[in-house]
């Protein structure tokens, strides 16, 4: 092959990530709900429970956004980013610190699923290798494991979930055993109901194995504390509108070193990721950035940067206990209601609520919600066939609280479901 194809540099030293100017350092200063609705314009607009749809955004992502905007608009585009570049810069540090990671591990995509698509297509997949992955992850990873299947005939391997919910984790063990996957891939929390995955133990396995590990973190960053070193990952996929509260249309990718020291490259590289050194050599970048593309709104990634912030500043394991304890609040007084069906289990839930309402087709529930101000989405069987074949419903209604809800907010979304069960508007 002579001197086509990829050479594959050393990824470069792996300095301690530095403090950025503003960053909270140690132990997060205690929730303070009402300083969190303060800084939260749109808390004043109506009751938000669809955080794991698109949250609502901070004061300060706004004004990240806007001024890199502004810039942009009295300087230039490629000028604003040369000008803000310290900015910049700052932005992959906060994301970096949010995951407790190195510099140099961040790759800033347009959304999750891009970011995914960028670390699924740097495994070297050929026919007859298998994906290994859980009967929850989410639609979009679904279709792309179909697609490959149909393309390069990889074959698909779904682990059972445990009898209480959640993938059973011996299952992986023993697939990876017996079965040799060639990847794993996870969606910590999924999408269509609360679980919380037990991503840990499904890393250490895939570092024991020596298997590649990507972890769809879409609706966990954010949410929860997440070291995705510590959580044994190879990748982390993520999107900042959800519990992070970023702007939409964007996401990142975090980049294990060994992913990097392996060589693994996207399939797709374009100029940012690699370099065009001779007529037939291209080079990929020595970090994260091998997954980026040229192309970037510097003003999303800057808002993402400032949501990390907030989050590092109210506190990982602070909103992962108001969301949760916000979550089960609405699970006890809607398990209360009758017509209405709880559908989360897990041994570890989260901030997403799934349920029924006999009568009710849960597009129409959000509607007529919407209606009263409050705020939340439906979740079709076509993002979770396996889970709402397996139940036999076709839609959910998903609520989904943040640290910045109040328990009146979710009482009164208990009793306008409570309302609603009582007069069923069949529509179906
Ligand atoms: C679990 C999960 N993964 C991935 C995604 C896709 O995120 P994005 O729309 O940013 O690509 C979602 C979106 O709902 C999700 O819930």
């Excluded at 086509?4 to 792996?14: L, M, N, Q, S």
């Excluded at 294990?256 to 080079?283: C, H, I, M, T, Y």
Aim: glycine share 8%; net charge negative.
């Amino acid at each position: 092959m002579g001197d086509h194809g990829a050479v594959t540099p050393e990824p470069g030293p792996e300095p301690r990530p530095e403090s950025r100017p503003g960053a909270v350092p140690g132990s997060p200063a205690p929730l303070d709900v009402e300083a969190l609705r303060r800084d939260t314009p749109g808390t004043a607009f109506g009751i938000h429970l669809n955080n794991a749809g698109a949250a609502l955004q901070p004061a300060a992502v706004l004004k990240a956004v806007h001024d890199h905007l502004q810039a942009e608009t009295e300087l230039g585009g490629y000028e604003a980013a040369a000008a803000r570049a310290d900015e910049i810069a700052g932005a992959y540090r906060s994301v970096e610190e949010l995951l407790g990671a190195r510099q140099g591990s961040i790759a800033f995509t347009e959304n999750a699923t891009v970011a995914f698509q960028q670390a699924l297509s740097s495994i070297r997949l050929a026919p007859g290798d298998r994906i290994l992955t859980s009967r929850q992850d989410y639609v979009s990873n679904q279709l792309m494991y179909l697609s490959l299947a149909e393309r390069l005939g990889v074959e698909v391997e779904r682990a059972p979930d445990a009898p209480e919910g959640g993938i059973d984790v011996g299952a992986v063990r023993e697939a990876l055993i017996r079965r040799r996957p060639r990847v794993v891939a996870l969606s910590h929390i999924p999408t269509s109901s609360g679980v919380v995955q037990d991503a840990g133990a499904v890393g250490a396995l895939c570092r024991e194995h020596g298997v590649p590990y990507i972890l769809d973190a879409c609706q966990s960053v954010g949410q929860m504390p997440l070291e995705p070193e510590s959580l044994g990952c190879s990748f982390l996929a993520a999107t900042s509108r959800k519990f992070l509260r970023g702007p939409r249309g964007a996401g990142f990718l975090w980049v294990s070193r060994q992913a990097l020291k392996d060589g693994l490259v996207p399939l797709f590289p374009d100029l940012r990721s690699a370099d065009w050194v001779e007529e037939d050599l291209w080079q990929p970048a020595p970090d994260a950035s091998r997954f980026e593309n040229w192309e970037f709104s510097w003003a999303l990634v800057l808002g993402t940067g400032a949501a990390a912030e907030v989050a590092r500043a109210t506190g990982l394991e602070a909103i992962r206990d108001r969301a949760r304890s916000l979550a089960h609040r609405l699970r006890e007084g809607l398990g209360g209601v009758r017509g209405v069906q709880v559908l989360d289990r897990g041994r570890e839930l989260a901030a997403i609520v799934t349920i029924t309402v006999e009568g009710w087709r849960p597009s129409d529930l959000v509607r007529h919600l919407r209606e009263r101000s409050i705020r939340t989405s439906s979740v079709d069987r076509s993002s979770a066939v396996i889970d709402y074949d397996e139940r036999g419903i076709p839609a959910a209604l998903r609520l989904s609280p943040h640290a910045y809800n109040t328990e009146d907010e979710i009482d009164e979304a208990v009793e306008a479901l409570r309302h609603a069960a009582s007069f069923p508007r069949e529509s179906a």
